[in-house]
C-alpha cells in the first residue's frame, strides 16, 4: 500500500496485493466507495496469483480531497499516472460502476498501450441522463435527487442507498446483510463531501460514447437485470452495442452491487476471463 501524487499535486492512495511479478489486474471503484469495496474481488485474485491493484479515486476513501478536478478526465488521467508510477504492461482494468466509467475515459485518452483487457462490472457507459438522443437514459430529476439528499443529509442518504436498491435489499424476500449496509455507508463518510457531491455530475452527465468506440482489447461486461441504480439496457446492453470484442454475461435478479451480493460467481468470471 502507499500514495503516489499526481502532477496537479492530489495524493493517491493505492493498494497492492499479490505476488509483484503476477500478472497486473487494476481496480476502479464506484461512488461513493474506496478501493476497498473491491476486496473479495482482489482477495480472491491475488490467491490466484495476480497482482491485485486498487486506488482510492480523488476525493475518496484515504486520497486528498481537492477542491477541483472531480470529473472524469481527470479520474482518467489519475489512473494513468498510477499505471505509468508502477510501469504496469499488460493490464486488466476492471471498472465498478462509476469506476466503469473512469476505464473508458482512461482508454479514450490514454489508449491501450499497457493493457491487455478491460472490464465493465455494473458500470454506467455510455450515458446514464437522458437526453434526446439517449432516451432510455435515467431523468436528471433523479440525480438531482441525489444531490438534494447529500446536501440535507449525506449519511442517512448512504444508509438509504445502501439498505435498498444498491444490494436490492428492497426487494420482497431479500436477506439484508447490516454488515454491508454499514460497510458501504463508512466507504460514503470517507469521502470528501465536495467531492462526492461533484461525482454525481461526472458519473451521471459524462458520455462515454466515442470513449467505448475506441477500446480495441477484449471486454468483459457484467451486470444484472435487476440494477435499480444503473439499469442494464441504457448501460451494459448499450455498451455491448459499441465495443467491437466484448462478452456480456447478464446475473438474473442481480442487483447494482453484485461485486458483494454475487461475489463468487463474479470472482469466477473474472477469473475465466482473465484466463482467457
Same mark, same amino acid.
Given at each position: 500500500?502507499?500514495?503516489?501524487?499526481?502532477?496537479?499535486?492530489?495524493?493517491?492512495?493505492?493498494?497492492?496485493?499479490?505476488?509483484?511479478?503476477?500478472?497486473?489486474?487494476?481496480? +476502479?471503484?464506484?461512488?461513493?466507495?474506496?478501493?476497498? $469495496?473491491?476486496?473479495?474481488?482482489?482477495?480472491?485474485?491475488?490467491?490466484? *496469483?495476480?497482482?491485485?491493484?486498487?486506488?482510492?479515486?480523488?476525493?475518496?476513501?484515504?486520497? +486528498?480531497?481537492?477542491?477541483?478536478?472531480?470529473?472524469?478526465?481527470?479520474?482518467?488521467? !489519475?489512473?494513468?499516472?498510477?499505471?505509468?508510477?508502477? !510501469?504496469?504492461?499488460?493490464?486488466?482494468?476492471?471498472?465498478? $460502476?462509476?469506476?466503469?466509467?473512469?476505464?473508458?475515459?482512461?482508454?479514450?485518452?490514454?489508449?491501450?498501450?499497457?493493457?491487455?483487457?478491460?472490464?465493465?462490472?455494473? =458500470?454506467?457507459?455510455?450515458?446514464?441522463?437522458?437526453?434526446?438522443? #439517449?432516451? *432510455?437514459?435515467?431523468?436528471?430529476?433523479?440525480?438531482?435527487?441525489?444531490? =438534494?439528499? +447529500?446536501?440535507?443529509?449525506?449519511?442517512?442518504?448512504?444508509?438509504?442507498?445502501?439498505?435498498?436498491?444498491?444490494?436490492?435489499? #428492497?426487494?420482497?424476500?431479500?436477506?439484508?446483510?447490516?454488515?454491508?449496509?454499514?460497510?458501504?455507508?463508512?466507504? *460514503?463518510?470517507? =469521502?470528501?463531501?465536495? #467531492?462526492?457531491?461533484?461525482?454525481?455530475?461526472?458519473? $451521471?452527465?459524462?458520455?462515454?460514447?466515442?470513449?467505448?468506440?475506441?477500446?480495441?482489447?477484449?471486454?468483459?461486461?457484467?451486470?444484472?437485470?435487476? !440494477?435499480?441504480?444503473?439499469?442494464?439496457?441504457?448501460?451494459?446492453?448499450? +455498451?455491448?452495442?459499441?465495443?467491437?470484442?466484448?462478452?456480456?454475461?447478464?446475473?438474473?435478479?442481480?442487483?447494482?452491487?453484485?461485486?458483494?451480493?454475487?461475489?463468487?460467481?463474479?470472482?469466477?468470471?473474472?477469473?475465466?476471463?482473465?484466463? $482467457?
Amino acid at each position: 500500500m502507499g500514495t503516489i501524487t499526481t502532477k496537479d499535486d492530489v495524493q493517491i492512495y493505492y493498494k497492492d496485493w499479490g505476488p509483484r511479478d503476477g500478472e497486473p489486474v487494476v481496480f +476502479s471503484h464506484g461512488w461513493p466507495l474506496c478501493a476497498d $469495496s473491491w476486496e473479495a474481488q482482489m482477495l480472491f485474485l491475488a490467491s490466484n *496469483g495476480y497482482r491485485c491493484i486498487a486506488h482510492d479515486r480523488r476525493g475518496h476513501g484515504r486520497s +486528498s480531497q481537492p477542491w477541483d478536478g472531480n470529473d472524469m478526465d481527470h479520474y482518467a488521467d !489519475d489512473l494513468a499516472q498510477l499505471i505509468e508510477h508502477l !510501469d504496469l504492461k499488460g493490464a486488466t482494468l476492471f471498472g465498478f $460502476s462509476t469506476g466503469g466509467g473512469e476505464v473508458a475515459r482512461y482508454i479514450g485518452r490514454h489508449g491501450t498501450a499497457r493493457l491487455k483487457k478491460a472490464g465493465l462490472i455494473s =458500470a454506467v457507459p455510455p450515458l446514464m441522463l437522458k437526453t434526446a438522443a #439517449n432516451p *432510455g437514459g435515467l431523468p436528471i430529476d433523479v440525480f438531482d435527487g441525489l444531490r =438534494a439528499g +447529500s446536501i440535507a443529509d449525506r449519511s442517512q442518504l448512504y444508509k438509504d442507498l445502501a439498505a435498498g436498491p444498491f444490494f436490492g435489499y #428492497n426487494r420482497p424476500g431479500a436477506k439484508k446483510s447490516q454488515g454491508a449496509i454499514d460497510w458501504f455507508w463508512m466507504q *460514503g463518510m470517507w =469521502a470528501g463531501h465536495k #467531492n462526492a457531491y461533484d461525482c454525481i455530475k461526472a458519473f $451521471s452527465e459524462t458520455d462515454f460514447t466515442e470513449d467505448l468506440k475506441k477500446i480495441d482489447v477484449p471486454v468483459l461486461i457484467v451486470h444484472g437485470d435487476d !440494477d435499480q441504480v444503473v439499469p442494464i439496457d441504457a448501460a451494459a446492453r448499450a +455498451s455491448a452495442k459499441l465495443i467491437k470484442n466484448n462478452r456480456l454475461i447478464v446475473y438474473p435478479g442481480g442487483p447494482h452491487g453484485i461485486t458483494d451480493t454475487h461475489k463468487d460467481r463474479l470472482n469466477q468470471d473474472l477469473l475465466e476471463f482473465l484466463k $482467457s
